[in-house]
């Protein structure tokens, strides 16, 4: 089974920038497809950014759209989320996911995207005001 382990956390100004790494810890992750949630204090789990297993395709919600870039590297078993002009409505602890089979398009829809095979154990962002 792949695991997944989340970095690059941390507090940045709002209009500033942060990357978040996922490394996955086996080499079938370039079959998996890939993807960022977050979940804010007291709010529901959200859909941010998604990718497929090549790469080829992305989504995004329409929140991060323009604003955040979802991107990976097979050779390195990584999955990047590259976050600009970042607002102070961005803070919660981000989650990597991984799942070979779900479509990205659903990957928006908490009921489905609940079932999704792996999941990382989140890293904290915070943008202050």
């Known amino acids: 089974q792949v695991q997944l382990v989340e970095s690059g956390g941390g507090l940045v100004q709002a209009g500033g920038s942060l990357r978040l790494s996922c490394a996955a810890s086996k080499r079938t992750f370039s079959s998996y497809a890939m993807g960022w949630f977050r979940q804010a204090p007291g709010k529901e789990r959200e859909f941010v950014a998604a990718?497929?297993?090549?790469?080829?395709?992305?989504y995004y919600a329409d929140s991060v759209k323009g604003r955040f870039t979802i991107s990976r590297d097979n050779a390195r078993n990584t999955v990047y989320l590259q976050m600009n002009s970042m607002k102070p409505e961005d803070t919660a602890v981000y989650y990597c996911?991984?799942?070979?089979?779900?479509?990205?398009?659903?990957?928006?829809?908490?009921?489905?995207?609940?079932?999704?095979?792996?999941w990382g154990q989140g890293t904290l962002v915070t943008v202050s005001s």
């Open positions: 990718i497929t297993w090549n790469g080829g395709r992305t």
């Open positions: 996911a991984a799942d070979p089979g779900l479509s990205i398009r659903r990957w928006s829809t908490p009921r489905l995207f609940r079932s999704l095979e792996v």
